[in-house]
DNA sequence: GAAGATTGTTGTTGACGACAACAATTGATG
DNA sequence: CATCAATTGTTGTCGTCAACAACAATCTTC
């Protein structure tokens, strides 16, 4: 129901409203935007945060529609690809890897468990930790996740041009 | 409680435990792994979208942290940005030029009204939209986040350097 | 004036990050 | 060797966020 909207207009009634002041654009352009025309950002480009939320935004849906017909997400395959890379590894030693908490990564193993994908194997040196495993089809099917993801980087690259693609992955090496 | 793990761990016993198959390392290298050492990310690397949640994570972070004593998350900062360099656009054309939910964007008014940052002053031309204004308090408020958001933004040049922020931002102007 | 679209709102769902506890186990220190 | 701190996996809660789906009020179009 609108109805805070509308006691806000019954007290509102029918004042200021036209009240625009100039649209003060900083850019310089200097053109209106009275209807749903360009709408300037201003200071907000040339804000990194604000480019990059958008891109991952972007980048994540891609991912997901690209692998939706294998119903893995972008963190799922990163856990599956660390493992598959480095078998026997701690939860522990992979949460810190992935920079994704411990308590996180327990659904996440749970559920890639429960499809038959990944092993929660009892490590003999620490009986503490779990030493982790793609099944047999847990390999079989990351070969098959990988295609895909592939097909999906090809898709970043059409979108923002594969030298870009190249030059981005260069710039964020510090972070992976 | 830990039942789960325990009960898996009396399940298995001390079998298998040490099985730990060849490393498989395919980035060339071949060094191993055992303890927490280096851990190899393989097809990882080279993947967009991993970089760029990291990075985005780090970035948010570093401007929560910074804007911490204002309480102004990134998303609040560009709604405000958004209409402060633009009086009286209405919730939709706001929530559809940062590509967040209209849903989402009342919360977020909510919390800016509630703070007398930020007006909904009922539209004249559309009684059911609202347009949107920045209170007084809210254009002084906005200018000292501009200057912290800017320090922020020398974080992140500190981090992957000068020059690549920049290609960073012309790479990814298309998405802002 | 009736039918369909739009706007703001509420609510739900699920992924996700951040914390805080907790039991079991290991490691270090006395 | 006994004890205490640290680690590991687990459970739970909280808050943010994207994605939907509904809904009332209102506008637009025919």
Same mark, same amino acid.
């Given at each position: 129901?609108?109805?805070?909207?509308?006691?806000?207009?019954?007290?509102?009634?029918?004042?200021?409203?036209?009240?625009? *002041?100039? *649209?003060?654009?900083? @850019?310089?352009?200097?053109?209106?935007?009275?209807?749903?025309?360009?709408? /300037?950002?201003?200071?907000?480009?040339?804000?990194?945060?604000?480019?990059?939320?958008?891109?991952?935004?972007? +980048? $994540?849906?891609? $991912?997901?529609?690209?692998? !939706?017909?294998?119903?893995?997400?972008?963190?799922?395959?990163?856990?599956?690809?660390? +493992?598959?890379? @480095? *078998?026997?590894?701690?939860?522990?030693?992979?949460?810190?890897?992935?920079?994704?908490?411990?308590?996180?990564?327990?659904?996440?193993?749970?559920?890639?468990?429960?499809?038959?994908?990944? @092993?929660?194997? *009892?490590?003999?040196?620490?009986?503490?930790?779990? !030493?982790?495993?793609?099944?047999?089809? /847990?390999?079989?099917?990351?070969?098959? $996740?990988?295609?895909?993801?592939?097909?999906?980087?090809?898709?970043?690259?059409?979108?923002?041009?594969?030298?870009?693609?190249?030059?981005?992955?260069?710039?964020?090496?510090?972070?992976?």
């Amino acid at each position: 129901m609108a109805t805070k909207q509308q006691a806000q207009r019954r007290a509102a009634g029918s004042r200021a409203a036209v009240h625009r *002041p100039k *649209p003060q654009s900083a @850019n310089g352009t200097g053109r209106d935007h009275d209807a749903e025309r360009e709408i /300037g950002l201003d200071a907000l480009v040339g804000h990194a945060g604000y480019a990059v939320r958008r891109f991952q935004l972007w +980048i $994540f849906q891609d $991912f997901i529609k690209t692998l !939706a017909a294998v119903d893995i997400r972008p963190t799922q395959y990163s856990v599956m690809t660390v +493992i598959g890379a @480095n *078998p026997g590894l701690s939860q522990m030693a992979v949460a810190k890897r992935l920079g994704i908490e411990r308590a996180r990564l327990v659904h996440l193993l749970d559920s890639l468990e429960a499809r038959d994908l990944v @092993n929660r194997i *009892p490590s003999a040196t620490d009986r503490r930790s779990h !030493a982790l495993h793609l099944t047999t089809s /847990g390999k079989a099917a990351l070969a098959q $996740f990988r295609r895909l993801a592939a097909e999906h980087e090809r898709h970043v690259a059409e979108k923002i041009g594969k030298e870009n693609r190249e030059r981005l992955l260069q710039i964020l090496a510090a972070f992976t």
